[in-house]
């Protein structure tokens, strides 16, 4: 394979194809698809509808470094998990009052999305479940690495994680937190999770409601 040559077409397609690694769990009451938003909803959309599994979403906000936000300080998720890296927040002097207007500032945000995106509609139940966490990549593999915790939080019977494409250290270093990592590809060098799809534009917040609600439908 030539380096940089695109895998999938777009979001949608390399879900199908994600779905094909998993058909062990079509249709099974005891699991859920949870996808991180927004470019990981088109992608679990495909692998629930694929496997007839329910679909919901677990959001997850970096902290940026106050005035070098592009530069994270830690995470926050869905259901409060909250995650920083003290030695880096210590060594630069950032100090508590601005690494907790941080968190408050990206915690509404987060609360924002999470009210629009699920339209009152309640979170699935984990507890005691096989949790396919989705995204539409891994690079870095953090905010992957705060979702697993959030998760593991709520006490499942197993962490799956499925993405399309994947750098070989988020992979290695996930590999070791899930139950089980699923990626069709792990190119090296890998670059950005971009590089490997055609079609890699922004999905959009209605995108993210309608492919939910309709996932809802399909459930019923």
């Known amino acids: 394979m030539v380096t940089g040559t695109p895998l999938f077409h777009n979001r949608m397609e390399a879900g199908l194809l994600v779905a094909r690694q998993l058909l062990e769990y079509a249709g099974r009451s005891d699991v859920v698809v949870v996808a991180l938003p927004r470019g990981g909803v088109p992608v679990g959309y495909s692998i629930a509808l694929t496997l007839q599994l329910p679909l919901d979403i677990l959001l997850v906000r970096k902290l940026g470094l106050p005035g070098h936000e592009e530069r994270a300080m830690g995470a926050i998720a869905s259901g409060g998990l909250c995650e920083l890296q003290t030695d880096l927040i210590e060594m630069l002097g950032v100090t508590p009052a601005m690494v907790q207007a941080t968190i408050e500032k990206e915690g509404q945000e987060l609360a924002r999305r999470e009210s629009l995106y699920r339209a009152q509609r309640p979170a699935l139940q984990l507890h005691d479940h096989i949790v396919i966490l989705v995204d539409d990549g891994l690079a870095t593999g953090a905010t992957m690495h705060v979702a697993v915790q959030a998760v593991r939080r709520q006490e ?50 209605e995108e993210v409601m309608q492919l939910l609600q309709e996932a809802e439908l399909a459930e019923r």
């Open 156 to 205: 499942p019977a197993r962490i799956v994680i499925a993405v399309p494409v994947a750098s070989p250290e988020a992979y290695r270093d996930l590999g070791a937190e899930a139950d089980r990592i699923v990626s069709l590809f792990i190119p090296q060098p890998f670059y950005a999770v971009g590089l490997w799809y055609r079609d890699f534009a922004q999905t959009s917040d």
